[in-house]
Nanobody, 122 residues
Framework: QVQLVESGGGLVQAGGSLRLSCAASGRTLIYTMGWFRQAPGKEREFVARASWGGGTTDYADSVKGRFTISRDNAKNTVYLQMNSLKPEDTAVYYC????????????????WGQGTQVTVSS
């Protein structure tokens, strides 16, 4: 089982930027790291994913061109750089880990962090 701890959330004005971090620990071999988010009253949705070794990334259409996922394998850390933030980006953001190669659905991820709140004011 892998343990995940997110950090970096906060309150930002529309148009601003935040960088989320997710530190992974444990003995499970990680293939893919992903970010999801859940806004109040809405279902959890996929945001981005990155393969652990190959650098392959994938984004939801709603964040493409504004968010960038990256990872530092030496630090076992994955980042989500969020630029041009919009009020609709307000949500709890979760980091997740999967043994699958190209997972997008939440149930394809076996390990989850506790989440970090991102609030974008208009």
């Amino acid at each position: 089982q892998v343990q995940l701890v997110e950090s970096g959330g906060g309150l930002v004005q529309a148009g601003g930027s935040l960088r989320l971090s997710c530190a992974a620990s444990g003995r499970t071999l990680i293939y893919t790291m992903g970010w999801f988010r859940q806004a109040p009253g809405k279902e959890r949705e996929f945001v981005a994913r990155a393969s652990w070794g190959g650098g392959t990334t994938d984004y939801a259409d709603s964040v493409k061109g504004r968010f960038t996922i990256s990872r530092d394998n030496a630090k076992n850390t994955v980042y989500l750089q969020m630029n041009s933030l919009k009020p609709e980006d307000t949500a709890v953001y979760y980091c997740a880990a999967s043994k699958l190669l190209r997972p997008r659905a939440g149930d394809e991820y076996a390990s989850w962090g506790q989440g970090t709140q991102v609030t974008v004011s208009s």
